[in-house]
């Protein structure tokens, strides 16, 4: 871990993430309801406002589309990957080398780790030459911490989130994207399990602006630093509205109800 | 995925494939009926056709073959395959690099993805290095999308099609080849799923001329930017009767009728 | 082996290294009654006692935290380990190359090797690489040296500690640490099985002072240099005087009774 | 496939490759009748006949015996072999580099491929790194097209035959050293499998001279390039004898009764 | 294999290895009956012996003792081996590079390799990359020739030993350590299914002087090029009185009678 907080993908030290790599993670499915959204470009667009500090997509989405938005939106380049018709231990293919999203823009790297897979070990020495390729060139980065896999029945438990922000921390992540451990008690937990190193939380699948905007408001108060959100932006008829919310908790402290309004 | 227009492989934007790697993927049993095509000179001579933008071998047809054709076709490199004697999940050995395939004058780079099968993360990673080395000498990439293998039971419903076409444009191909998905309609949102990019039929095996060329009207109308195919070609007795036609389907925008006439 | 008597983490021919990469070997649990340890920069703290010779952390807390205490503390970066989520044969990532520690100001490497696990040979190369390339940097090498795994019904019987040592002179090690056997004579084997090179006690869990230090003045009479602890100095409400205890014991050569009081 | 009529291991457009790598892939069982054929010398010997155009040995052999023989023989490395005591799924290990292989003067290089097996797509692979190895150092390479392994019932039936010289075109290889598919016939098909690349027959098991020298009249007969035998020579009594006669019908175009007169 | 008559572990053409990678191999219970050669340096004192042509040793051994008698002892470094810990398939880890052997000043280079086991394939490629990185140094290299595993039912009968020594000859080696096939006949056939390669009996466990000469008389007898040897010398209350004996029968032709006297 260290100090990002003069990083583009840092605002008044915290960080919000807009994710829109669910064509790979999830497939189509994820955009049945909004189809214009299969055009990058849109997702892009939503991506420009004050409240992201950067979009986190796949290689092929930052080739084609960052080059057109590169002034006005901060890219973090998702490393690693599978679909969802990967039937095995939760695993996940280095898509991208670390030179290549340097090469392509990058201001960011993210990846994804499952601890407790079969595939820990293995995903643990990927990531060990990611985060010194990174550091090479500058980039901070971002562990999508899952404990995920054989032995794990619950992975949103709070014990496991605070585990894998704290595995972040040791193998030498920047940020932890981990899932939200159901209270603000154990979120406050799982950051301290963190040390000096930022926790964000993981948006999840949609749901209410007000109940969306809350719980980030329970991320902020518990010490956390922000957000990596996707299908709760992007879903909506008008993501610009929860994006103004968000920006108002993240980075100006308000509470749910003075930032909805 | 980046702008490949003008690349040799493209002519007014679209896309013909004349694919010959049958003799690795399928056997000599494809060329049961047509036993002179086992001489790859007469599938060269078939490429010259101004409606084929590439002919796709692998490694040792091009390197014996393509030298005489070099100023009439161009090339695609099919960089993996494997024989049907594999009795494994479906999987593709790299039969050859990027670096081997630029030297013998490849204008393009294919390579198959199964997406859903067991070796899915590998042939991921084996396509990053791939596709990264093929960005250094400016090469297109045409993924061969094919979701197969475990927990797969139809590799042709719409919902798969669609996925493959977006695992193409996030992993950073230019061009997918999918297979047809049955209808216009599931064939038009494989397209949009890979935004800008490239989505091209995978011919499949031998129907009438005008089956043949109605499919490829439809998968033009749906916004597809061509077709790659091998037997519906090279298996009948006169090739430049269907490439006439698909050529009239393809780059003047006829209809299936006024191509076959 | 070579003679590490002049490296910083040596004091008067003996060694004490404070250990603390249990948030990634054992979680959060660890730390569940000392809360205020998660944060790594009261262990680093405690590390600057004269009694330690060096810090035991992973990578991303060495690059987070070790900075602000290079002048006091001398820093071990452990290069492998695997969280307890991990529920195959004993195994453990290479979480960082000797060439990043040596970046980061290493006075000196560790590595963990489960002999007998169906991972040795594995974890036997990568540390032929560890080693080779800390050689080159001039960085002793402490080898976590832990026979685990299938057919090892107990892994603290004196053969097998005898073992563990004698493993670790063979393949290049330079100190071993190893569990405490059960008695001062099987502790005095294990010391002779290494020849000339060093061999350390693994701490283990939290006992009483008397019977801590009454065990480390065991290992310092059977011809032992010193010890590796983690919990039974930063789990206690005061380890200045437990250090003090220790420093007493394994530089000065004190009994137990003189060294508590 | 390149054009290799100039390279030392071709004679008139044919190939007569003399295998002595039985001593690894069988062992010494299959030298019984002949003990005095245990050293390579003998072999070489022969080998200096004007109907060999070069001798197959592993490296070991090469290094050991090629130097007394580099101006009367032509140097064929096997880079793959494996013992017979192998009880695993058909493979074959990497037992020599294409840069060693040069280094020690060979002039042509070797390889087995078992396509069909649960290590096609490793060996093949591997095949790849041999053959753009090979280029580099202008070397041929023959392929020991191998069909074998689980779901093989016969692997010298015509159609296995046919696709074995096949994927030997396919991946770049410039010999075929197949099993003789039963029929002259089926010889022929194996032969127009593999386009303008040459296909050779290989040995197998000691016959009578009549029987032996007929099947390599059909083999020529068929469009075949010659031959690699091992057993048939070396397991005779007079070698020469039978080399005179195949150099009858390989080169000159004798028929069996002429050649053996 | 290449002529290493002049190579410093040679005299008069015949080797006397003494090994002491028995710590690694077999761990402390070798040395239960003599803990004092626990300490390394009591065996290189024996191996200052004139009848010892090198010392056979780990890479933590070497590197910690032979600097001290680089004058008198020939250094021969282990580069593979694995604890009796291990359950697995037979398999040897490479503990040391030759270029770090070459570094810390070996004269010869020594690999373990199990024909047969199923981890022969991976072996022998391992044994490749050695072989070739040893000619780079000239070093030359001894196989202990070992075949074991499934399907092995007897690694010591006749058959199965010369085999070892042929796959010595065929993959690179220039000496091979094979183990004692039972009869001076059967050791004289392994010994000429190895050419030109020098072959070295395997000396085993502890036997009376008389047989222990004797067996090596017959080694001699045989054709063979002397011993490796191990705990027949140091587990003896008098290695000299042995290695005097031995001096005789493998340099000086004489028979064990008068080589005992």
């Known amino acids: ?53 950067c979009i986190a997509v796949q290689k092929g989405v930052a080739e084609g589309y960052y080059p057109s938005y590169e002034d006005d939106v901060n890219l973090l380049v998702k490393l690693n990957g599978t679909s969802n018709l990967w039937m095995g231990e939760p695993d996940s293919a280095v898509n991208c080398s670390v030179e290549y999203a340097a090469e392509i823009g990058a201001d960011a790297v993210g990846f994804t780790l499952y601890g407790g897979s079969n595939h820990e070990v293995e995903m643990a020495e990927e990531f060990r030459e990611v985060q010194e390729a990174a550091r090479e ?27 894998a922000s704290r595995l972040a921390l040791e193998l030498g992540a920047d940020v932890a994207k981990v899932k939200y451990p159901g209270s603000r008690e154990a979120m406050a937990h799982a950051v301290r399990c963190a040390g000096d190193m930022k926790v964000v939380m993981s948006g999840g699948s949609k749901t209410t602006d007000r109940e969306f905007v809350s719980t980030v408001e329970g991320v902020m108060d518990a010490g956390g630093h922000g957000l990596a959100v996707g299908r709760n932006v992007w879903q909506r008829e008008d993501p610009t509205r929860i994006l103004d919310a968000l920006e108002g908790v993240i980075y100006r402290g308000e509470t749910t109800d003075a930032a909805l309004e």
């Open 1 to 53: 871990m260290l100090d990002i907080d003069d990083s583009p993908i840092v605002r008044d030290g915290n960080v919000l993430i807009l994710a829109m790599d669910h064509g790979l993670e999830h497939g189509p499915v994820d955009f049945a309801d909004v189809p214009e959204k299969l055009d990058p470009s849109t997702v892009f667009e939503t991506a420009t406002h004050d409240a992201v500090t």
């Open 137 to 163: 060139h500058d980039l901070p980065v971002v562990m999508w911490s899952y404990p995920r896999g054989q032995g794990l029945k619950n992975d949103t438990k709070p014990g496991t989130i605070s585990y």
